[in-house]
Nanobody, 125 residues
């Protein structure tokens, strides 16, 4: 499985961005999979942002982004999205997409088997 994240950039606080994660080498709809987004700010641990069950479409969010971020997917294109609205400077981080087998939601980074390369999001105040 190869995951390719894109869509990061430099924006002002209050603005929005949409991240994409294109998957190849794997058709997620053929398996029970959960995909998610994590982020890593300078000097901090990589933290969970959001996750989605690929087949069912149910979602799970970190409290820090709930109500501002929306995770979604395009089954036909095998693409994962993260719509980020009302961005804050504390959202500045490298954002990674990740995937794991199974449908259990977890915020634990080590459980996710497959990782994309990360895309930088910088929010200026």
């Amino acid at each position: 499985v190869q995951l390719q994240a894109s869509g990061g950039g430099l924006v002002q606080a209050g603005s929005f961005l949409r991240l994409s994660c294109a998957a190849s080498g794997y058709t997620f709809s053929n398996y029970v999979m959960t995909l998610g987004w994590f982020r890593e700010a300078p000097g901090k641990e990589r933290e969970f942002v959001a996750a989605i069950r690929w087949s069912a479409g149910s979602t799970y969010y970190a409290d820090s982004v709930k109500g501002r971020f929306t995770i979604s997917k395009d089954n036909a294109k095998n693409i994962l999205y993260l719509q980020m609205n009302t961005l804050k400077p504390e959202d500045t981080a490298v954002y990674y997409c990740a995937a794991k087998k199974g449908s259990v939601f977890t915020t634990i980074r080590a459980v996710y088997t497959y990782w994309g390369q990360g895309t930088q999001v910088t929010v200026s105040s």
